[in-house]
Nanobody, 124 residues
Framework: QLQLVESGGGLVQPGGSLRLSCAAS????????IGWFRQAPGKEREGVSC????????KYADSVAGRFTVSRDNAKNTVYLQMNSLKPEDTAVYYC?????????????????WGQGTQVTVSS
């Protein structure tokens, strides 16, 4: 059974950093593109970043470009989201999701498997 589990969330002060992990089990991560999404209270879920199956293609939302970095270690079946220079507006539940194939897209289309989410709170 395909499963994704996020970890690494928490409370951090503005300007701080966190690294989220998305651990995959039940499937070969190298066959999938992984997307990171977030949802803040009262707001729609938005795409944050994606990384294609080989790791050669990455995309970022304008709001996080230059601050967040997505990477993957297929041997460890894990994808990471390094978040630096965090802002209060980054506060949200962060989700990773899997999409078969090599196309990196920022919208939720085609992402059929989702993790349970991890809370990130940026506050002083």
């Amino acid at each position: 059974q395909l499963q994704l589990v996020e970890s690494g969330g928490g409370l951090v002060q503005p300007g701080g950093s966190l690294r989220l992990s998305c651990a995959a089990s039940g499937f070969t991560l190298g066959d999938y593109t992984i997307g990171w999404f977030r949802q803040a209270p009262g707001k729609e879920r938005e795409g944050v970043s994606c990384i294609n199956n080989s790791g050669r293609v990455t995309k970022y939302a304008d709001s996080v470009a230059g601050r967040f970095t997505v990477s993957r270690d297929n041997a460890k079946n894990t994808v990471y989201l390094q978040m630096n220079s965090l802002k209060p507006e980054d506060t949200a539940v962060y989700y990773c999701a899997a999409r078969v194939g090599f196309v990196c897209v920022m919208g939720p289309q085609g992402y059929n498997d989702w993790g349970q989410g991890t809370q990130v709170t940026v506050s002083s």
